[in-house]
C-alpha cells in the first residue's frame, strides 16, 4: 500500500535529497526514495508517470516530479517536487561551469567522469530492471519495450520518432485490449 | 542582454519540442550555439554535456551550463527557463486531466501502451551511457558490478561512484 507525504514541506525536502543525490541519473535515486524508502507510489505508477513524461516536451525527470507533487498536494505540490529536485543541482552545476572554464584541460578530472558514468549506467540499468518486473506477463508489452530499445539504443534513430511512431500503436493496442 | 534574449525564444521553441527529453533537440542546439552563432566550440559543447552528466541532478540542466558558458548569468536564466516553462506548462495540463480522469479509458490505455516503450528507451538510454563510459570489458564490468549491488545490497551507491570516479582516475577502468 503507498503512503502520503505528510505536507508540502516534505515533498520539497525529499525531492531536494533526490535531486541532491542524482548523481549520474536522478530516475535511480527517484525509485529508491519514492519506492523502497518513502513508498510514496509502486513501480508501475512510476513506470506510467515515466512514460507520460516522456511524451510530455521537456525533461523526463522534471515532468514525472511535477506530476508525483501534483498528484499529493496539487499545484503548490508540484512546484515543491520540481523546487526541490532542481534547487541545489542548479547551483552546484553552475558552480562546475564556472570551475570548467578553468580546469577544462586537466586530464583526471576526464577519467575521474568515466568512471563514475560506467557505475551510473549500472545503476539506471538496476532501476529499468526492477521497473520491467511491473510489466504485464504478456507476449505485447514485452514487443514494444524490445522494439524501443532496438530503434533508439542499436539503430540509434532520433527518440522523438520513435516516439511518435511507437506510441499511438502501444496505446491503440493497449486501448484494444480493454 | 541581446544574446540571452534571443537565447531565451530560441530555447523556449525548442523547449516545446523536446518530446521524449531535451536531448532530443541537442542536434538543433548545436546547429543554433555553435555553427550558426558561435557562442561555444564544439568542445565545450561536449564537456559541458558530459559535466552535466556527472553533477547531481536532471541531466537537461546542461541547458544551464550552456547558456552560462554563452552568455553568463543571464544566459543561464534564458536557457533554462526557456525549456522549463514549456515542460512546466504540458505537465500541469495532463496533471489537472489526469487527477479528473484517471481511470476513464483512454488514461489506462495511454499509461499501459506507453510504459513498455518508455522501458525501452530507458534501457537504450543505460546501453548508450554505458557504450560511451566504457573503454573495454572493465568498464562493463564496473557497471554490472554496480548494478548487481544495486539490486542485492543496501548499500548506499554514492560509495560505487566514488569507487568509479577512484578507479577512473587510477586507470583501472
Redesign the interface.
Known sequence: MSVRPRDVREIFLTFARI???????????MR?VLIQEKRWVTD?EL??G??????????????LS??IG??FAG?RG?FAA?GG??A???V???C???L??VF?SVP?V???????????????????????AA??RRFV??????????????LRW???Y???G??PV??????QR? | MATAVGLFWHFLLL??????????VMPDMHRYMVEEHALVTAR?FS??Y????????????WV??LG??AAGGMG?IAT?LG??I???G???V???L??RHADS??A???????????????????????N????DWR??G??????VV??RTELN??W??A???????T?L?
Open positions: 535531486g541532491l543525490s542524482g548523481f549520474g541519473g536522478v530516475l535511480f535515486w529508491r508501475e513506470l506510467e515515466l512514460a507520460i513524461g516522456q511524451i510530455l516536451p521537456g525533461p523526463n525527470v522534471y515532468n511535477f506530476m501534483y498528484r499545484l508540484a520540481v529536485l532542481l541545489a543541482p542548479v552546484i552545476l553552475v562546475l561551469g564556472l570548467y572554464r577544462s583526471f576526464h577519467n575521474a567522469l568515466a568512471g563514475m558514468a560506467a557505475v551510473a549506467a549500472g545503476l539506471l540499468l538496476s532501476s529499468a530492471v526492477g521497473m520491467a510489466l504485464p508489452p514485452w514487443l514494444f519495450m524490445v522494439a524501443a530499445f532496438v530503434a533508439v539504443g542499436v532520433p527518440l522523438i520513435v516516439i511518435l511507437l506510441a502501444a496505446v491503440l493496442v493497449a486501448w480493454q | 523547449g516545446c519540442l523536446a518530446i521524449g527529453g531535451v536531448s532530443t565545450e564537456d559541458l558530459a559535466l552535466a552528466q556527472a553533477a547531481p541532478g536532471p541531466n537537461a540542466l544551464t551550463v552560462l558558458h543561464a533554462t525549456v522549463l514549456p515542460a512546466t504540458f505537465s500541469w495532463a496533471s489537472a489526469h487527477a479509458r483512454l489506462l490505455a495511454l499509461r499501459r501502451g506507453l510504459a513498455p516503450v518508455a522501458l525501452g528507451c530507458m534501457l537504450a538510454g543505460c546501453w548508450l551511457l554505458l560511451a563510459a566504457a573503454q568498464g562493463y564496473l557497471a554490472l558490478v554496480a548494478l544495486a539490486m551507491p554514492l560505487l561512484l569507487a568509479g570516479a577512484v578507479l577512473g582516475i586507470g577502468v
